[in-house]
């Protein structure tokens, strides 16, 4: 399989997956796609990938504004959109709210344009068969070397008001192996003790438990005879998928200091209950904290927090 022949291949917390365990996500031509075989696509896989379904140039103009903020906090060397990591940061010197900045950065008219466009909606819609609205609080990240995302679902964080709730990713930069892409395990919308577990879960609201699944992610796939699904992404691909489908992301190991830039944003049907921390202005967020208890609101140089 072409796609894990490169060098360093799949990591996740330090250890190399073995190839027997990694499969390719399967593609759907959107350009093709009607309401019923993207519902079927769902349900059978649990999720649905396609290949630049956002335009190359919305996607560099977005890439370029998050860059530039990067840039001006001193987390990116000249030129800024190279996107290499410099090692440093200025951005709580310059900025006295962490939450604020990546709100602001997370604002921009070119990024907004990509994740609440008229492209996304509008293949949004036909998967619901309804019409469907994107959340207006988004989780943008910039992941520099070192940087994973443990096995998860995302029903804990967003089915407060509905479980009709999807998961857009959207890749702004290449992801090869080596930059960590997300990856889906095979299978996974369809275990129905995950489902057990986490229906009804809600991270802020139950706080003696984690969203995270506390297992070795190799461990856990060749148990469920399963594999880890993913691809060597490029700038305009999304990956939609369901609220129990469990998924992470490989370790950024590469050694060229370029970041990793993705941004996810949720989907819903219009007609279902919005919830208020992620609909509107003044957003709180999961918790209340608003943009601040995200990930990408800290310096690239410090650590990520689990939850």
Known sequence: MNDYAEPGGAVIDGAKIPKNLLGCLTETDFSLATHETLAKALEQDGYIFGRGLIDEGEVEAARNEVFQRLGEVDELEKPFE??????????????????????????????????????????????????????????????????????????????????????????????????????????????????????????????????????????????????????????????????????????????DSRIRLTCDIRYQPKSEPLDPRYFGTELGGTTGAGYGELNGARPLPEDWHIR
């Open 82 to 255: 190279n996107g290499i990591f410099s090692g440093r940061s200025r951005r709580d010197h310059l900025h006295l709210d962490r939450g604020k900045f990546w709100e602001s950065v997370s604002s921009g008219r070119a990024l907004r344009k990509v994740t609440n466009g008229s492209t996304l909606h509008n293949v949004a819609s036909k998967i619901f068969g309804r019409q469907a609205v994107g959340f207006d609080y988004l989780f943008l990240r910039a992941v520099p070397e070192g940087r994973f995302t443990h096995l998860h679902c995302d029903a804990g964080f967003f089915t407060r008001f509905t479980d009709k709730v999807l998961t857009c990713w959207i890749v702004l930069t290449e992801i090869p192996f080596d930059k960590g892409p997300l990856f889906i395990v095979e299978g996974s919308h369809k275990y129905q003790d995950i489902k057990d577990n986490f229906k009804g879960f809600d991270v802020d609201r139950d706080k003696e438990k984690k969203a995270s699944i506390d297992a070795d992610p190799v461990a856990f796939v060749k148990q469920r005879k399963a594999r880890f699904l993913s691809a060597i992404f490029r700038p305009g691909d999304i990956l939609f998928f369901g609220m129990y489908t469990v998924h992470g992301a490989f370790e950024h190991h590469a050694a």
